[in-house]
Nanobody, 124 residues
Framework: QVQLVESGGGLVQAGGSLRLSCAAS????????MGWFRQAPGKEREFVAA????????LYADSMKGRGTISRDNAKNTMYLQMNSPRPEDTASYYC?????????????????WGQGTQVTVSS
C-alpha cells in the first residue's frame, strides 16, 4: 500500500502563493487517482482538487478554480498543489489522498489512503 506525506504548509499572507507537495512511497503513484482535501476546525473535510492517473484530467472545487493548480510527477512519485492568491478562508489542514476508483471522485469516502496533513494558515 502507498504511504503519503504532505509538505509545504505554513503561514502565508493573503495574496501570496504557496505550493503543497505530496510524496508517495511504497507503491507507484501512477497507480492512483490523487486528490487534495482540506479541513478547517469544526468543519467537514472538503474536496479541493484531484488529478487523474496520467495527469491528463483535473477537477477543482469551485473555491479553487482559477487560483489553484494540481499537478503530478509520476517519475518523482510526487503530487503538487500550487495555490495562488490564498485567502484567509483557505486556512485549514490540507490532506492528500489516493483513490483506486475508475473516475475522479470528489467524495472523501472514495479515497482510501491519506496523508497526515499539513497546516496552511493565511493571514489577512
Amino acid at each position: 500500500q502507498v504511504q503519503l506525506v504532505e509538505s509545504g504548509g505554513g503561514l502565508v499572507q493573503a495574496g501570496g502563493s504557496l505550493r503543497l507537495s505530496c510524496a508517495a512511497s511504497g507503491r507507484t503513484l501512477s497507480t492512483y487517482i490523487m486528490g487534495w482535501f482540506r479541513q478547517a476546525p469544526g468543519k467537514e473535510r472538503e474536496f479541493v482538487a484531484a488529478i487523474a492517473r496520467s495527469g491528463g484530467s483535473t477537477l477543482y472545487a469551485d473555491s479553487m478554480k482559477g487560483r489553484g493548480t494540481i499537478s503530478r510527477d509520476n517519475a518523482k512519485n510526487t503530487m503538487y498543489l500550487q495555490m495562488n492568491s490564498p485567502r484567509p478562508e483557505d486556512t485549514a489542514s490540507y490532506y492528500c489522498a489516493a483513490s483506486t476508483e475508475l473516475y475522479i471522485p470528489v467524495s472523501p469516502r472514495e479515497y482510501y489512503v491519506w496523508g497526515q496533513g499539513t497546516q496552511v494558515t493565511v493571514s489577512s
